[in-house]
């Protein structure tokens, strides 16, 4: 597996909710809190959790509103968190490329 390190796999993304946000997010370009739980068909806390963990990570900005008396939760990937996806992708296509040989 020539061309391959292990160490070059983002721990952040690797989990199968937080690499669903990153995905959704790198095409949606923004999407509020409600439809991305329901596109990963996830919890409140579950998805809340992922999210804390990519907004540390610098990979999602997370802007929070009021329409009406109701909260708005606004997600969208920062510059980092693209770079870092692009990077990911680059990395599984490798571990894959050599897996297929």
Same mark, same amino acid.
């Given at each position: 597996?020539?061309?391959?390190? /292990?160490?070059? /796999?983002?721990?952040?993304? !690797?989990? @199968? ?9 790198? %095409? ?21 959790? !992922? ?6 990570? +610098? ?9 009406? @008396?109701?909260?708005?939760? @606004? $997600? !969208?990937? %920062? ?9 990911? $992708? ?6 894959? +490329?050599?897996?297929?040989?």
């Amino acid at each position: 597996m020539d061309g391959f390190d /292990i160490d070059d /796999i983002d721990e952040v993304i !690797h989990g @199968r909710v937080r690499l669903g946000v990153m995905a959704f997010l790198s %095409t949606a370009g923004e999407a509020d809190f409600n439809e991305i739980k329901r596109r990963l068909q996830t919890t409140d806390g579950n998805l809340s959790v !992922h999210l804390r963990k990519l907004e540390a990570a +610098g990979y999602v900005a997370v802007d929070k509103s009021f329409v009406g @008396r109701k909260p708005l939760t @606004r $997600l !969208h990937l %920062t510059e980092k968190g693209r770079t870092a996806f692009v990077g990911y $992708l680059d990395a599984m296509s490798k571990l894959v +490329g050599e897996a297929a040989r």
